[in-house]
């Protein structure tokens, strides 16, 4: 138990991060209460039904009466319409954050509709996995995980320190940055590897010469974790991409540039740039495990079913 940080806290959206957040603050007592609001009435019942909260809505200005802090877990796309429906429940002095992976958007969608005296903090956890909906939580999502806050310029102290309070003992680290420059880092480090699976696995699909029978019955590790990234949530995605363009396309950009010299070293047998290039790589892998941002253990199949 690490103790309430919040009195009340109200989740607005409860696919996998909110219902995440849901399971670790009940499990550590980080509130006395838990509200939780999502617009459709199925979402809702099953969260109900798995007693992650303790009141329910389909309204997000209901849910969040009264609540010290305010998390919305939603599509980046709807991040401004949220807003503007809980602006005037909101409880003067509350902490209105998020888990938006594309700040600068977010922020111009969200800031208007923020009235005087609430704290806006944006933030992004960098946690996920390929599941959505409120079953695919789990309590140990956020541990040993970085949470990034892009606040505002004359963002209260007190709250900020309190909000980091808070995200640590979910487990995670807190780091600060400029909105810009989080939406590039995502863009290379998060959104390109996501786009280029996606396009992979669209590509296998599209092949006449391969069978899909054949894709999927021989489906080795790289493509198999191509598959895993490209099963991620749809809906998400696409806004990640509407709302993180220019720096995505940037990025994009210069991946095209990088594979087009790769091209070239394959078509001109160019062994010792190949070499060069697979060493680096890899040390790149080398220092994420020793950064403990991934395990060394080797995953070439998953482990067998036993009877």
């Known amino acids: 138990m690490s103790g309430i940080v919040y009195d009340k806290i109200a989740l ?4 996998l991060i909110g219902s995440s957040l849901a399971r670790v603050i009940r499990q550590k007592g980080l509130a006395r209460e838990i509200s939780i609001a999502t617009r459709s009435a199925e979402t809702l019942e099953t969260a109900r039904k798995l007693g992650l909260g303790d009141s329910y809505s389909t309204s997000s200005a209901a849910a969040v009466t009264d609540a010290d802090l305010v998390i919305v877990s939603v599509p980046v796309g709807a991040s ?7 602006a005037g429940s909101l409880k003067p002095g509350a902490t209105l954050t998020d888990v938006g992976s594309t700040k600068a958007s977010v922020i111009a969608q969200m800031e208007p509709h923020v009235p005087e005296g609430v704290h806006f903090i944006p933030g992004h956890p960098l946690a996920g996995t390929e599941h959505s909906g409120p ?7 956020f541990e040993n995980k970085w949470c990034i806050f892009t606040p505002l310029p004359g963002t209260d102290e007190a709250a900020l320190a309190k909000l980091t309070e808070f995200w640590e003992a979910c487990g995670s680290q807190v780091d600060i940055m400029d909105k810009a420059h989080h939406d590039k880092v995502l863009a290379i480090v998060s959104h390109l590897p996501h786009i280029i699976a996606y396009n992979i696995v669209g590509t296998a699909d599209d092949l006449e010469t391969v069978t899909e029978s054949e894709v999927i019955k021989y489906s080795a ?3 198999r974790d191509f598959t895993r990234l ?3 949530d749809p809906t998400m995605w696409r806004d990640v991409c509407l709302h993180n363009k220019d720096a995505i396309l940037e990025m994009l950009s210069r991946f095209s540039e990088d594979l087009a010299s790769l091209q070239r070293a394959i078509r001109w047998g160019d062994g010792d740039k190949l070499f060069d290039l697979f060493t680096h790589t890899r040390h790149v892998r080398r220092s994420i495990i ?4 991934d395990t060394a253990a080797p ?6 079913k036993k009877d």
């Open 12 to 15: 607005i959206g409860i696919g």
């Open 80 to 86: 401004g319409a949220v807003a503007k429906e809980i």
């Open 135 to 141: 079953e695919a939580g789990f309590p140990e999502l």
């Open 221 to 223: 590790s790289g493509f």
């Open 230 to 232: 490209a099963a991620s």
């Open 290 to 293: 020793e950064a403990g941002q």
């Open 299 to 304: 995953d070439f199949g998953r482990v067998p």
